[in-house]
């Protein structure tokens, strides 16, 4: 691998966004295609930072500091990857938000972030989201995953509530459904028909990406 | 009563209260109601909560503010009512209480990463602690309790909102430890305790936390890194696990089991021990009857 990929590999694990601003762009001046920087430095930064996390090596600021550090990246590659009229492969399409009557949002932001820097397209709907607002944004943007939060022992029944509003508008076939929160878990999310549970948000994005085989 | 930094010092330990949160919930609570929205129109589940709690033998509640501040109440559309909120939990647990326990007011966190990770800043975080503070401190209470911290600087921003709004009035401070042993935001125990004691709190410690062993835990380093610190152990009654026939969350610990880890803690230098999210009257009970 190139030294200056190397680097920037690095600078996103340490989560530091101005260089990876200025690695990114030295790259495509080294005439390294934009796919090859995604795909050789990006993506194995970031598989490194959820690694990381998951052993409690990492914490939530180093997941933030690291999906900046791949956002301002990004910002230098996307204009070159559209003059090529290329495209990052996005891995699919997600619609995310906390459950109506719950207005917890770091934990959700934070795995909708996760999911975006991982190659996603997502859709963060906010919180306090009626289950009819899920409905109609996964029709407008033929989501194929649902992502829910919920932390409250009250609210985590409005999870349901959703799953059930996509069954009714014909659209429960279309998407896998993903819970998460503090009070749900792999048994609440059998007992509701969905998909899968995810504790923390890398490991969200492990789970959407074996939901959809990706 | 006796004052309370005293007791605190060189009194019995304190027996603070349960959770207020779950308890409402299984009150009838309704969904996307907020406890301090519930608590201006129907006060009386909240008094009644306080009171189970101090004939269970607490000696001090928290007032049913944990979501009070602006940040909080604004997404029940409730944020020109901080103040009146937090008064009026304050007048309730008084009541509750009829000078049988002390009532202290409860300071939760934002809800909202603080900058550089999210776009609240550090000087809004002062300016809504110390409006909640303010507020609770004229209504009236023996002390202030910031809890469920994680991040360090969040906590930094509740201490100095407390400094500013009522220097006086005694300071309970603590972080919820939940993931290896570490904060979510990955503050360390002795490294929370060094930060509290030079920030000069009453006392400190942790509530909520993944799992008892957990709290317990993080105790142990805090009281090795501040042997004479009077320290805080307010730990959820265990896990929560869905009884999946009556669709409804337990938390699996015991009220033994949280009068098995009360010993635990005092061992480890607790002057307050109480219950978090799950816990019940039956578990305050059981750790009034092993500590005292």
Known sequence: ?214 | MEDILSRLKSGPVIVADGAMGTMLQAAGLPTGMSPEGWLLENPKPVRDVHQAYIEAGADMILTCTFGGTRARLEHSRLAEQVSEINRRAVKIAREAAAGRAYVVGDIGPLGKLLAPLGTFTYDQAVEVFTEQATALAEAGVDGLYIETMSDLNEMRAAIQGVHQAAPEVPIFATFSFDRHGRTNMGVRPEQAAETLLSLKVDAFGANCGATLEMTEGAVAKMHEAAPHAPLIAKPNAGKPHMEIEQRKVVYDATPEDMAEYARRFVALGARVIGGCCGSSPAHIAAIARAVT
Request: proline content about 4%; charged content about 25%; aromatic content about 4%.
């Open chain 1, 1 to 214: 691998m190139s030294e200056i990929l190397k680097q920037l590999q690095e600078v996103v694990i340490a989560g530091e966004s101005d260089q990876a601003q200025e690695l990114a762009a030295q790259a495509l001046e080294a005439d390294i295609a934009p796919l090859t920087v995604i795909e050789n430095a990006l993506n194995p930064g970031m598989e490194i930072v959820g690694d990381r996390y998951e052993c409690g090596e990492y914490f939530i600021p180093d997941l933030v500091m690291a999906a900046e550090a791949m956002k301002a990246a990004m910002r230098v590659l996307d204009p070159a990857l559209k003059a090529r009229q290329e495209q990052r492969q996005v891995l699919g399409t997600v619609v995310i938000g906390t459950v109506e009557g719950d207005i917890h949002e770091i934990g959700k932001s934070l795995v909708a972030t996760m999911l975006s820097a991982a190659g996603f397209q997502v859709h963060d709907l906010g919180v306090d989201v009626p289950p009819v607002e899920f409905v109609k944004r996964v029709q407008e943007t033929e989501a194929n995953v649902v992502g829910l939060s919920a932390l409250l022992t009250t609210t985590m029944l409005n999870q349901e509530a959703v799953i059930e509003a996509l069954e009714e508008a014909g659209l429960r076939e279309q998407v896998k459904v993903i819970i998460g929160g503090a009070p749900t878990g792999p048994e609440w999310a059998q007992t509701i028909d969905a998909d899968a549970y995810a504790e923390n948000a890398n490991e969200a994005v492990e789970r959407v990406k074996e939901l959809l085989g990706v």
